[in-house]
C-alpha cells in the first residue's frame, strides 16, 4: 500500500525522538521509529519537534483587529475597554466583522493555531458578530476549528437583552454558554447568572465558559458558585472560568479550600496571562498585582489549565501575533512556571489541555487521530517556548496548510545544547 504520507525523524512533545509518522486519509495510522512504507510525500523531520496544533482556548473573534476604534484605551483597564467596544458595537456591520476576523484566522493557521474557542458579544439586538462569526467559522473549516460561546459583555442582567439574545444565538448555532457575572449589578445579580447559565447549559446538553471574576477584587467569588452549579447539574468536564483574575489576590485559606472544590467538580480554568498582565492591578500602588490566576497550585490539584491568548489588536489589548508561544512564555514569567516539568505543561495548556477543554474529536498523535500538525524549528517544547519557534510546515489532514520562514540564526548560539541532529540542513 502506498500511504499518503510519511513524517520522518520527528521528535513528539513528549520526549519520544526520531519517530516516523504515518498518515492516510487525513488520519495519523502509525508512530514509531523507521516506518517501512512508500508514500506519495515524504517530509523530512530532521530531529525537529511535530505537535498537534495550537489551540487558543479564550479569544474574541468578533473585536480582533479593531484597535483604535473609535478611540484608543488611555487607562488600560477592562472597564475602558468594554466602554470602547460599547461605541464600536453599535456601527458594526457583517461584512467588517467578517473580514477582520477572516483576516486574524489567516494569521492564526500561519502560527500553528489549529482551534480557536471564540467568545462572540451578544449585547446588541442585531446580533451582528454572531452571525459573521457563525459565516466565519463554516468558511475558515477546512483550516481551523472555530467554537464560538455566546458572551452577554454587558451582562446577562445588567443589559436589557442579555438573557434573550443569549438565547437566539443559541438557536442559531453558537455552541457554548457564556457569562460575566463579575460585571453584573450586584453580586447577588452575578451569582444568579451562573444559575441560569449552568442550567441552560444543563438542559442544552452545552459546555460553559464564563468570563469569571476578571476583577481585582479579592471579594469576587462566583468561581465558587459556577463549582456549586457544575456539580449540582451534573456538568463535569463541560465547565470552564475564564480569567479567575480575582484569584490572584483572594486570601489563601480561602483559595486552600476552593481548588479542591474546583478539583472535585471538574471545572477547568483558563487564563489569559498576556491581556490579564495587561490589564489587572490598575488601581494597586506598588506592589502591583500582576492578575494571573495561581496556576501551579491549580496543577498541584489537578485542575486543568488551559492558557488563551483572549485579544489582538483591540479595544483591551494593542499587542498580539497569534502566537500561542508567547502566550504560554508570559504565563511561564508572571506564574514562576520555571521548573523543567512547568515549562512543558505550559505547552500542554496551549495545545493537549485546550483540545480537551474544546471537546476537539481526534486530537493528538496517536494513531486515528487527525493529521492536524506543526512543524516547529525546535528541538522540545521549552526551546520551541524560549525561541517562540519557527511554524516550519502547518498541517491539516495530512495537507501542507502554511510554511513558514526558518529562524535558524536563532539556533545556532553558542552554549546551546546539541540535541538536533547534526544532519539538519544548517545545523553542527
Ligand atoms: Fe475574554
Not at 157 to 162: A, K, L, M, N, V
Not at 365 to 376: S, Y
Amino acid at each position: 500500500m502506498t500511504a499518503d504520507l510519511v513524517i520522518r525523524r520527528a521528535n513528539l512533545p513528549d520526549g519520544r525522538t526520531g519517530q516516523d509518522l504515518l498518515v492516510q486519509d487525513g488520519r495519523i495510522v502509525e508512530v514509531r521509529p523507521a516506518i517501512q512504507a512508500v508514500a506519495r510525500e515524504e517530509i523530512d523531520a530532521t530531529g525537529l519537534l511535530v505537535s498537534p496544533p495550537f489551540v487558543d482556548a479564550h479569544f474574541h473573534l468578533d473585536s480582533v483587529l479593531a484597535l483604535g476604534r473609535p478611540r484608543l484605551n488611555e487607562s488600560g483597564t477592562l472597564l475602558e475597554g468594554i466602554r470602547i467596544w460599547g461605541e464600536l458595537r453599535a456601527t458594526l456591520t457583517h461584512e467588517e466583522v467578517l473580514e477582520r476576523a477572516l483576516a486574524y484566522c489567516d494569521l492564526a493557521v500561519a502560527q500553528g493555531i489549529g482551534a480557536i474557542r471564540s467568545h462572540v458579544d451578544v449585547t446588541d439586538d442585531r446580533l451582528v458578530g454572531v452571525g459573521a462569526l457563525l459565516e466565519l467559522r463554516r468558511r475558515v473549516a477546512p483550516w481551523l476549528t472555530v467554537q464560538l460561546v455566546a458572551f452577554p459583555q454587558d451582562g446577562l442582567y445588567r443589559c436589557p437583552r442579555g438573557l434573550p439574545n443569549l438565547l437566539r444565538a443559541l438557536e442559531l448555532g453558537v455552541e457554548v454558554v457564556g457569562g460575566i457575572p463579575h460585571h453584573e449589578r450586584t453580586m447577588e445579580e452575578g451569582r444568579r447568572s451562573v444559575v441560569e447559565l449552568c442550567t441552560i447549559a444543563a438542559e442544552r446538553g452545552l459546555r460553559v465558559d464564563l468570563h469569571c471574576d476578571e476583577t481585582d477584587d479579592p471579594a469576587s467569588r462566583h468561581i465558587e458558585t459556577l463549582i456549586a452549579e457544575t456539580q449540582r447539574l451534573g456538568l463535569a468536564g463541560r465547565v470552564a472560568g475564564s480569567h479567575l483574575t480575582s484569584m490572584h489576590g483572594m486570601d489563601n485559606y480561602y483559595v486552600s479550600k476552593l481548588l479542591p472544590l474546583m478539583a472535585e467538580a471538574g471545572v477547568a480554568a483558563i487564563p489569559n496571562p498576556l491581556i490579564n498582565v495587561w490589564l489587572q492591578g490598575r488601581h494597586d500602588a506598588y506592589p502591583k498585582r500582576r492578575g494571573l490566576a495561581r496556576v501551579t497550585e491549580m496543577w498541584a490539584h489537578g485542575i486543568p489549565v488551559a492558557f488563551g491568548h483572549d485579544c489582538v489588536m483591540d479595544p483591551w489589548y494593542p499587542l498580539g501575533s497569534a502566537d500561542m508561544l508567547e502566550v504560554a512564555k508570559m504565563a511561564i514569567h508572571v506564574g514562576h512556571l520555571t521548573s523543567r516539568a512547568a515549562m512543558r505543561a505550559a505547552f500542554e495548556a496551549i495545545t493537549t489541555v485546550p483540545a480537551a477543554i474544546l471537546g476537539l474529536e481526534g486530537y493528538g498523535l496517536e494513531p486515528g487521530c487527525r493529521a492536524d500538525l506543526v512543524l516547529l524549528e525546535a528541538a522540545d517544547p521549552i526551546e520551541a517556548i524560549r525561541l517562540q519557534a519557527a511554524r516550519l510546515l502547518v498541517l491539516r489532514g495530512g495537507r501542507v496548510v502554511a510554511r513558514g520562514a526558518s529562524r535558524k540564526a536563532a539556533l545556532d548560539l553558542p552554549g546551546r545544547p546539541r540535541t538536533l541532529d547534526p544532519g539538519r540542513p544548517g545545523a553542527g
